[in-house]
């Protein structure tokens, strides 16, 4: 069964450095997110990506984040300047289409900013 | 923003016992997922929910989208073990899906 791939599965940073995480989205599909989860808390919405573009952002989803799709396969979302706050796991997720919609989700990135 | 609130927050149950658990918002929804999530995996989807009143199985689950259109529910039956985890529903009010807090279920042998 297709599923959403992401890499590294844990990545440990200092503050203040610069990440990327790496997603392969299941390949039909037209519609990118990502998600994070803070431990123990719940799942909260970062970006949604379609056609190249951002489609929909949170409050969370500042000046420090980035996304981009630099190939037909790959959606990373890049972190400029990490600060402590960040560390979380980070969900990739995707969809055929925006609306009616299944989401699947990949298995995560632990980012841990020390 | 949107919120979801799920009850109950933990249940501790008997293995082979029936779960019952529940999702409400304020708002409407055009879309009801629930999923699961494993300690340090990603959420995996259940099942998913289009319209008013529909109500869906997969095997041992069976979900319902209120008719209301502001709450979902999620039946499990004849628990087992591997039924231990989170459980989220997850709400489209518009292009994105917003998540509830979770329902932590433990299953005792």
């Known amino acids: 069964e297709p599923e959403v791939t992401q890499t590294p599965s844990h990545q440990v940073t200092q503050m203040g450095q610069e990440v990327i995480l790496r997603c392969v989205p299941i390949?039909?599909?037209?519609?990118f997110y990502w998600y994070r989860q803070i431990l123990g808390q719940k799942v909260e919405f970062l970006v949604s990506f379609y056609n190249n573009e951002i489609s929909e952002k949170s409050e969370i989803f500042d000046d420090q984040f980035s996304v981009e799709r630099p190939d037909g396969s790959n959606f990373t979302l890049k972190i400029r300047s990490t600060k402590l706050e960040d560390s979380a796991m980070y969900f990739c997720a995707s969809s055929a289409l925006t609306v009616n919609e299944k989401l699947f989700f990949g298995s995560g990135t632990q980012l841990s900013v020390l | 923003g949107q919120q979801l609130n799920q009850s109950p927050q933990s249940m501790f149950i008997q293995e082979g016992e029936d779960v019952s658990m529940n999702c409400t918002s304020s708002s409407i929804f055009n879309t009801w997922l629930w999923y699961k999530q494993e300690p340090g995996e990603g959420p995996v989807l259940l099942i998913a929910?289009?319209?008013?009143?529909e109500l869906t199985s997969n095997g041992r689950l069976t979900a319902q989208f209120g008719i209301t259109r502001k709450d979902s529910f999620l039946n499990i039956s004849a628990s087992i073990p591997s039924d231990v985890g989170i459980y989220f529903c997850?709400?489209?009010?518009?292009?994105?899906?917003?998540f509830g807090p979770g329902t932590r279920l433990s299953v005792l042998p």
């Open positions: 929910l289009y319209k008013a009143g």
């Open positions: 997850a709400g489209q009010p518009g292009q994105n899906f917003v």
């Open positions: 390949s039909n599909h037209l519609y």
